[in-house]
């Protein structure tokens, strides 16, 4: 397991740059991710859709797919390309402080 | 008199009414307890064929066998279309107008491809150029059309997780790379497998030890890739970030939903119609009356019948507790255990949880096996084709598969040991 450190703060994170316990997240570490992957400022809309993802991954144990997004995090999934361009479910997970989403195999 | 209400009587439900039908074997004879199975259609499909029959490997009759056959005669099969569950009641309403009452309700009804939800899937071209093999006619019509087919473009997509058997599409692709070869047009058939995800194999094990097969094979690989509409009469399939991937065949795995009565349940369900689950208990989130089995369920498990058969061991011990008035044990772990074709008879077999990767080991007796876990053979082929044999004849009337328990065992098996799994890990080393 690979620790960073992000925010002043040493952290669980896998290869990718994804944070392997959602508790170890803040607010002030979510906004260090976006600037790494190239979203600065984080607005607004960038973080209804972050705290959707998270929210429904902790209550689920499974993050939301785009559709998912796009259909209930209030913001539409042709904007949530705009917003986040590199994909929206794999960017907003990584600054939300989730595991990456993934298949069974 | 205890009223056990079970929808649907697909893999799931059907295992579930047998194994509470043997429990309570007294009490149902004498009617003090009864089994009631609703569902819509009359039919119950052998799933796990629906990905040999476009290649000829079955003919639809060889996967259909009535409902009714597959049920003890103790229990009471209605052919009936759900509207609704009304949970603070106790009711399920029917279509007909009638409604069941129930003391213990079980949601079974699986998931649905809903190939509408995506623009122009269901437009020109659809089941002519564009074909899904997750239903029966759409099995059918591709197994026709790959019978025709000459040489070109055959893209394999999937539109968004989560999906049934979430290999098959895998399994798609290497079975058709085998029958190309094997009808001497190889050559003349580009294959490319799309994935929203970013990898054919998502998990580190996987894709280091699997992606050989797509080099193999000469597969090609688009990842990241949401589908966000198909053009039949074009031949294109575009993202939601405008790349656009033409094709002369697409073979789709369509959004998947839960079936449409969860979303009329108040409380039930969650925005695709999948029911809001205890991941080890099984009880629904709705009320302690209801529970929910296999694909209906929104636990992030494999939607697999495999996983079904392992649920429903530890579904039908809480629903017993549940009646009897003692705490449920929350006990399932996710576990599912799935063999993958990967053509030119060959296969693999993977075993996997909530919380452990698929491993190397041997499989079911550890150290012996006689089945290797992740590793091509044939062996695991003939155990694939083997398995529609197990699945009428000891999974649907709901006995147990000799030395495979519902939890997974981690003896056998080559384990790194992770965050997530260290503890399982270490206490069986």
Redesign the interface.
């Known amino acids: 397991m690979a620790t960073a450190v992000i925010a002043n703060h040493e952290l669980d994170m896998d290869a990718e740059g994804f944070l392997q316990k959602p508790d170890q997240w803040s607010q002030e570490i979510g906004i260090d991710i976006a600037r790494q992957v190239g979203i600065d400022p984080i607005t607004d809309r960038h973080w209804r859709v972050v705290r959707f993802m998270r929210e429904r991954y902790l209550q689920t144990g499974q993050a939301p797919t785009i559709r998912t997004l796009g259909k209930e995090s209030g913001v539409s999934t042709k904007e949530l390309y705009q917003l986040f361009p590199k994909g929206p479910a794999k960017l907003a997970a990584r600054i939300g402080g989730i595991p990456k989403p993934h298949g069974c195999i | 008199m205890t009223r056990i209400v079970i929808l649907g009587a697909g893999t799931a439900g059907t295992i579930m009414a047998n194994r509470l039908r043997r429990l309570y074997a007294r009490d149902v004879r004498s009617a003090r307890t009864t089994i009631t199975v609703v569902d819509q259609v009359e039919r119950h499909v052998y799933q796990p064929g629906l990905l040999f029959l476009p290649f000829g490997g079955y003919e639809p009759e060889d996967l259909i066998r009535p409902h009714r056959s597959q049920l003890h005669r103790d229990v009471t099969l209605l052919r009936e279309t759900i509207s609704s569950v009304e949970a603070t009641a106790n009711h399920v309403h029917l279509q007909s107008g009638r409604t069941l009452d129930y003391d213990v309700l079980i949601v079974a009804t699986g998931t649905r491809i809903a190939p509408e939800?995506t623009d122009g899937m269901t437009g020109p071209g659809w089941r002519e150029r564009v074909f899904d093999f997750y239903s029966l006619d759409g099995a059918v019509a591709l197994r026709d059309a790959l019978k025709r087919f000459e040489g070109g473009h055959l893209v394999m997509n999937v539109v968004?997780?989560?999906i049934k058997c979430?290999?098959a599409p895998?399994e798609f692709v290497f079975l058709a790379d085998d029958y190309f070869t094997k009808r001497g047009i190889r050559d003349r058939v580009r294959i490319t497998y799309v994935t929203?995800?970013?990898g054919a194999?998502?998990?580190p094990t996987?894709t280091r030890e699997?992606t050989h097969l797509f080099d193999d094979k000469g597969i090609e690989l688009v990842t990241?890739f949401?589908t966000?509409r198909v053009d039949g009469e074009k031949g294109v399939l575009a993202s939601?970030?405008d790349r656009e991937i033409p094709f002369d065949l697409l073979v789709t795995v369509p959004?998947h939903a839960g079936a449409e009565f969860v979303q009329q349940s108040a409380g039930l369900g969650?925005?695709?119609g999948f029911v809001?689950t205890d991941?080890h208990t099984l009880q629904a989130k709705v009320a302690p009356n209801v529970f929910a089995i296999g694909d209906a369920t929104?636990?992030?498990a494999?939607k697999a019948g495999s996983v079904a058969h392992f649920e429903a061991e530890i579904l039908t011990d809480n629903i017993r507790r549940y009646l009897a008035g003692e705490p449920l044990v929350p006990d399932f772990d996710g576990h599912?255990n799935c063999f993958?074709e990967t053509g030119h008879r060959k296969a693999l077999l993977?075993d996997?949880n909530?919380d452990v990767e698929?491993v190397f080991g041997r499989f079911p007796f550890a150290g012996i096996g006689p089945m290797r876990l992740l590793r091509e053979s044939r062996l695991n082929h003939l155990g694939k084709l083997a398995f529609r044999w197990i699945y009428w004849n000891v999974l649907l009337p709901g006995h147990d598969i000799p030395a495979v328990g519902p939890r997974m065992s981690l003896r056998g098996k080559k384990l790194p040991v992770?965050?997530?799994n260290r503890t399982a890990v270490l206490a069986a080393h």
Do not use: H, Q
Request: charged residues 20%; contains cysteine.
């Open positions: 939800e968004d997780m989560p979430p290999v895998l929203p995800l970013d194999f998502t998990k996987c699997l990241e949401t966000g939601w970030d959004l969650d925005d695709l809001l991941p929104n636990v992030p494999s599912a993958i993977i996997f909530y698929p992770t965050p997530t």
